[in-house]
């Protein structure tokens, strides 16, 4: 017995032809800002050359993409190379859990900053809107401890881009269209970091 499959809806086909122009235009507009992550990728690698490790943190797929960034390094990007120094605040559930329950949501990043990095370390934050108190907490932290802070953010860059060295901003409110551009920026770190054969 044969089943028909149903038609696709115009109204479906015009809502993914959308976002995809939406995706597409915010790929496009990284053109301009390589220069930007180009000098973003020297500060990890500067970092790492000197023994240091790579931070990073982000709250629900932000969380996904800041680990997703540690494991192509400890792990493999394109190269069959040794791991490269790399954490993601954002991965144990237990610390988080402890954390959040004794001193609250916004200080779950900063305790293990402050726990594990130590000067020629180097934090990374992603973040859509910017204002996620616990990612500006882990900045202050970071600035305070004498550690260089970057940002992958969206929309205005919000409060996070002040304690930001150096920070990349894609416009826009969408925050899966956001992601959808830093997960290329993302890649783009690992080329730039694997380049260097660390």
């Not at 086909?13 to 959308?18: E, F, H, P, S």
């Not at 494991?71 to 394109?78: A, D, F, P, T, V």
């Not at 150096?166 to 290329?184: E, F, L, P």
Request: charged share 20%; with cysteine.
């Amino acid at each position: 017995m044969s089943h028909s499959s149903s038609p696709i809806s115009s109204k479906s086909t015009d809502m993914l032809l959308a976002r995809l122009r939406e995706t597409t235009d915010a790929l496009n507009n990284l053109e301009h800002r390589i220069p930007d992550i180009v000098e973003m990728g020297e500060m990890v690698i500067k970092s790492l050359a000197g023994g240091g490790t790579l931070f990073t943190a982000g709250n629900g797929g932000s969380a996904a993409q800041a680990l997703h960034l540690t494991e192509e390094l400890i792990g493999r990007y394109k190269k069959t190379r040794p791991p490269i120094r790399s954490i993601c605040l954002a991965c144990e559930a237990s610390a988080m859990t402890c954390i959040a329950n004794d001193f609250g949501f916004d200080s779950v990043f900063e305790r293990p900053l402050r726990g594990l990095a130590r000067t020629g370390d180097v934090l990374l934050v992603l973040s859509t809107s910017g204002n996620s108190a616990n990612i500006v907490q882990a900045l202050t932290a970071a600035r305070e401890m004498g550690l260089p802070t970057l940002g992958l953010l969206g929309r205005d860059g919000g409060h996070a881009i002040e304690q930001c060295d150096r920070s990349i901003i894609v416009d826009g409110q969408n925050s899966a269209t956001i992601q959808d551009a830093h997960q290329v920026i993302i890649h783009f770190l690992c080329e730039l970091i694997e380049d260097t054969g660390n």
